[in-house]
């Protein structure tokens, strides 16, 4: 089973079990438990699958609704409440398993309305099996990145074959415009008619955006109050346009699929690392109680349908508005689309190891574990004093994510003991591609040895002299786990070898 060739992205699944808890409930590796009819099932081939019955086949596989782990029927039939191996673990963060998911849950919505509704965790949520409502934060200080763009990217997987999509916003950038179609990349969003209200006030509106969102597919931009504004030398309106408005839907009745309304704007930063909030309504088919949410949010549409026919077409202004904003005495610039974060998230991969959330998130948090069940060997008989981390950690200990030539120290830090003193430790690039921490040595320092057990690495307050200090403390799974309780937030992460890691805020 596991040779086999799978149809959706995977990751690895060493060490990825499940207690088969009795024949209605399963308990997945994850966490996760769910009962058996809130599970996907995917038949021999691994391609999701909808029995209308309710029933599973042995000869059918569990797909784990939270994490992907894949699990044979026949195994978890079998097992009497025993331990049972995933064969594969699909990554559901994918565009194309997403676009699966969404497929399946249609088909099983249509065969049977009275389904339950499965529960997911992307945020504070209400779901039944017509309409959901969730909102959804964002803030790349506690490690929330691309919360946005997941929103919005979910809310068109749920609306399915959409035929049409209409944006509003206050400020556009063109950077802002690449990360929304890369992420609403797919046979619908190139097919369907889209309309883009965006505004022109105080002149933050990149022209470059503006022309860009005219370039997609089947597109048609207009320019709420263009004309008002341009009669301003300063580019300032009578009544600001602050709306952010990103709908889904079908041209015939009811319309609606998908309504995201929020505080994004169609910028890289706000889709990605700004602080935001924006609410999702989605509706995959409808009911009375559906229709009567979906009445509350025809105002909106109204709203659209009205600014539409009265704003400018952005051919009659785009030329006037780029020589009014080169005249300015300041030309405005999109100050979030410069922070720290933002370039972090947008970083180009063909130079520098890592960018995107992972990335951003390295950067924020406050405390890094580290499974050390693999420590290198550095010092013969004596107990290691190194540990392989995935190339890009470097970002954790304040150092830059561009590419360095293998066989590189990339610096030092000052790195200490729980109750010992700080000492200059090195972080290198390492031949085998990842960064390799020098860590105290062990028995100096009160500690028999890392081997086996889990380090968590916590940002210090600068010494005198400037330099970065972290505090080392040596402890087990639940240690860590009583300090991801604690935070903020956490992020959990696994390397291609299996070993796990995580970061928490």
Known sequence: MTERSWPYPTVPVRGSLT????????????????????WNYADQTGQLTFEASGSSDPDEFAVCPSCG???????????????VAAVARYDVNTRVFKAARVQYDR??????????????????EFEDSCYQVAVHAQDAAIGRVGVVLEAIAHAADRAGDYECVDIAVAYASAEGVRVLENALAGPSWTEARKRFLVSLDFGFTQPKALARLSEISNAEVRIPNGREVLGSAALRPHTAFHAKVYSFGVEQHPYLRALVVGSANLTASALSTGAEVVTTQTWKSYSTAALNDLRRARSVLEWFRDTWENADALADVLDEYREKRRALPRPPRIREERTKATRRYLAPLEDHEISGDLSVQLAAAKALWIDASSVIRNRGALPGSQLNTPRGTRVFFGFASEKVPRDTTLGSIDLRIVGHAYHDRTIRFSNNGMDIINLPIPEQNGVETYQGTFLLFARDSPGSDGRRRYTLTVTDAAGVDAKRASAANSVDLEMSSGRKYGLLF
């Open 107 to 124: 088909e099983a919505y249509t065969a049977d309305p009275s389904r339950p509704a499965r529960a997911t965790r992307r945020g504070a």
């Open 19 to 38: 207690v088969d808890g009795d024949d209605e409930n399963q308990r997945c590796a994850c966490g996760n438990s769910s009962y058996a009819q809130d």
């Open 69 to 83: 782990r894949v699990y044979s029927n026949a195994d978890l039939f079998q097992s009497d409440d025993g331990i």
